[in-house]
């Protein structure tokens, strides 16, 4: 046998190929959690902005009180948003009062991608921390799926978790 020959049979038994290269893997999928207590139909809030395709929106409100608190993270976006909203009852609308938005860190980002997947991925409903006279409601959105938690109170655990670091970018 000659060497280029040789050299090619070594090629080929070595994983290589004297005509191309192989084909590239087939890239590994996706693991997404399992989505657990997927509402439908799902009540959605009524604010006057776009919500995220794929993200988290938070309220709290008081019992006798129009005002509310609202924050609404963007992860296709990469920014959180804190809106200051009254409640015109006859209506039945929001209208934003004062609206803050700041730019999603990459830790920021990552942390809250794991947090809204480890609360898809829940098959309990997520704590609360009693209070008087406070109300909280959760929407997680991913595309056509939402999964909606509500409370008396504070939220507790992943949520209040979820909270502080939506906090961290546009403040309290």
């Given at each position: 046998?000659?060497?280029?020959?040789?050299?090619?049979?070594?090629?080929?038994?070595?994983?290589?190929?004297?005509?191309?290269?192989?084909?590239?893997?087939?890239?590994?999928?996706?693991?997404?959690?399992?989505?657990?207590?997927?509402?439908?139909?799902?009540?959605?809030?009524?604010?006057?902005?776009?919500?995220?395709?794929?993200?988290?929106?938070?309220?709290?409100?008081a019992v006798n009180s129009?005002?509310?608190?609202?924050?609404?993270?963007?992860?296709?976006?990469?920014?959180?948003?804190?809106?200051?909203?009254?409640?015109?009852?006859?209506?039945?609308?929001?209208?934003?009062?004062?609206?803050?938005?700041?730019?999603?860190?990459?830790?920021?980002?990552?942390?809250?991608?794991?947090?809204?997947?480890?609360?898809?991925?829940?098959?309990?409903?997520?704590?609360?921390?009693?209070?008087?006279?406070?109300?909280?409601?959760?929407?997680?959105?991913?595309?056509?799926?939402?999964?909606?938690?509500?409370?008396?109170?504070?939220?507790?655990?992943?949520?209040?978790?979820?909270?502080?670091?939506?906090?961290?970018?546009?403040?309290?």
């Open positions: 046998m000659r060497l280029p020959q040789r050299a090619a049979l070594l090629a080929v038994v070595l994983g290589g190929s004297p005509v191309g290269a192989w084909p590239a893997p087939a890239p590994e999928p996706v693991v997404a959690p399992a989505k657990r207590n997927v509402c439908k139909p799902c009540v959605m809030p009524s604010l006057p902005s776009p919500l995220p395709r794929r993200g988290a929106v938070l309220s709290y409100g129009q005002v509310s608190t609202w924050y609404a993270v963007d992860l296709d976006r990469g920014e959180a948003t804190r809106m200051l909203a009254r409640l015109d009852r006859s209506m039945g609308k929001h209208g934003v009062l004062e609206r803050v938005t700041g730019r999603l860190s990459a830790a920021q980002s990552s942390a809250l991608s794991q947090l809204t997947a480890r609360i898809w991925a829940s098959s309990n409903p997520l704590p609360t921390q009693m209070a008087t006279d406070v109300v909280w409601d959760l929407w997680l959105l991913d595309g056509g799926d939402v999964r909606r938690e509500f409370g008396p109170g504070r939220p507790a655990g992943m949520a209040q978790d979820l909270a502080r670091t939506m906090q961290e970018v546009v403040g309290l």
